[in-house]
């Protein structure tokens, strides 16, 4: 699979099968379903981990999505979901996924988010607090 995630970086990933409700009228999955995995695998990864300190100090919110569709899913297919950051510098940060079914990428990701302070409510630099959790320095 192209060597994803790069060896540097921490990675989350989980399978499922793909249900009735994910699929469309072209008996496949939905463009949308995709990007609701996209952004459950960021939010399970970034609840794997981050704690309660950090949940209270910073969140964050999504900037852009890019998805690139290379493959289809079908209803009972076993979807397995890989996620890992990128580059993270000033107040953004890029997540990829990668969306796998018969150890093929079926989608990939590139997503867009940037930290926010929960007080102020405003964009915050990616400190070497998070870095530290992203395995970057």
Request: glycine share 2%; proline share 2%.
């Amino acid at each position: 699979m192209n060597n994803i995630p790069p060896k540097n970086s921490v990675s989350y990933h989980y399978s499922f099968k793909v249900q009735k409700k994910d699929i469309d009228i072209l008996n496949h999955v939905n463009n949308l379903v995709y990007l609701k995995w996209v952004n459950d695998v960021s939010e399970k990864h970034w609840e794997a981990l981050s704690n309660d300190k950090i949940n209270a100090t910073y969140y964050w919110v999504c900037l852009r999505h890019e998805i690139d569709y290379l493959g289809e899913a079908f209803l009972d297919d076993e979807i397995t979901i890989l996620t890992w950051v990128g580059e993270s510098k000033g107040v953004k940060s890029k997540r990829h996924v990668a969306i796998i079914k018969n150890k093929k990428v079926i989608a990939k990701a590139e997503t867009t988010w940037c930290l926010i302070d929960v007080k102020s409510k405003k964009p915050t630099r990616v400190n070497s607090e998070i870095l530290d959790l992203l395995s970057f320095k």
